[in-house]
């Protein structure tokens, strides 16, 4: 049995990330993105990226909508690996606001 924190060799075929982040401050509020992305999508020299779409969580009295993939895995070690992902939200009231951080290391050093 190989728990969460061992070290992992290679490629975990389902796996997905969490993330918590602020979005960046645009008329005077920032919203809480609370995300889980998808499976991982392959890309080339045998890395892979991860889909994710949701709505940051309402404040200022809106929401806004998000569509974005991650960047590439990159190892962190100890077995594990975590991507960056750089995106703007959808519009309302007037304004968008930028994501940007690093999720949630997962099992895989790849
Ligand atoms: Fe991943
Ligand atoms: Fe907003």
Redo the contacts with the bound molecule.
């Keep these: 049995m190989v728990g969460k924190d061992d070290f992992v060799q290679g490629f975990v075929p389902n796996h997905n990330h969490g993330s918590v982040d602020y979005?960046s401050v645009?008329?005077g509020?920032?919203?809480l993105c609370l995300d889980v992305t998808s499976p991982p999508v392959m890309i080339k020299d045998d890395n892979h990226v991860h889909y994710t779409e949701g709505y940051?969580v309402f404040?200022?009295g809106?929401?806004?909508y998000y569509q974005a993939y991650s960047g590439p895995a990159i190892p962190v070690g100890n077995g594990m690996h975590v991507h960056y992902y750089d995106f703007y939200?959808t519009e309302?009231?007037g304004?968008?606001?930028l994501v940007k951080g690093v999720d949630q290391p997962a099992p895989g050093n790849k």
């Design positions: 979005t645009n008329n509020h920032v919203h940051v404040e200022d809106h929401t806004h939200t309302a009231n304004h968008r606001h």
